[in-house]
Nanobody
Framework: QVQLVESGGGLVQAGGSLRLSCQAS????????MGWYRQAPGKQREFVATITRGGRTSFVDSVKGRFTISRDNAKNTVFLQMNSLKSEDTAVYYCNAIMGAATYWGQGTQVTVSS
C-alpha cells in the first residue's frame, strides 16, 4: 500500500513563502514520477508541477518563476517551494505519485494566502 503524506501548508500573507513536503512510503521511490496538484474551493483540481524520475520539471504557467519542485530520493520526499504567493494560490495542495500504471494521491494540505 502506497501512502503519501503532505505537510507544510498553512496561512501566509501575500508575497510570502511556504515549502510543502510529501513523504512517500513506497519502494523504488526514485522510479516514481512525482507531482503536485491543487484544488481551490468550487474549482476542479489542477496540475501545478511535476518532476520525473530523471529530475525533469514542468509547471503550470501561473506558477512559473515562483514555484520550484525538487526531490530527495534518499528520503522518499518531494518538495514544492512556493515563493511570491498570491491569493489565487489558495487551495488544498495534493501530492501525486505515478508508478507504472498506478497513480496515488495524498490527503492534501491546505494553503491559504491572505491579501
Amino acid at each position: 500500500q502506497v501512502q503519501l503524506v503532505e505537510s507544510g501548508g498553512g496561512l501566509v500573507q501575500a508575497g510570502g513563502s511556504l515549502r510543502l513536503s510529501c513523504q512517500a512510503s513506497v519502494r523504488s521511490f526514485s522510479l516514481a514520477g512525482m507531482g503536485w496538484y491543487r484544488q481551490a474551493p468550487g474549482k476542479q483540481r489542477e496540475f501545478v508541477a511535476t518532476i520525473t524520475r530523471g529530475g525533469r520539471t514542468s509547471f503550470v504557467d501561473s506558477v512559473k518563476g515562483r514555484f520550484t519542485i525538487s526531490r530527495d530520493n534518499a528520503k522518499n520526499t518531494v518538495f514544492l517551494q512556493m515563493n511570491s504567493l498570491k491569493s489565487e494560490d489558495t487551495a488544498v495542495y495534493y501530492c501525486n505519485a505515478i508508478m507504472g500504471a498506478a497513480t496515488y494521491w495524498g490527503q492534501g494540505t491546505q494553503v491559504t494566502v491572505s491579501s
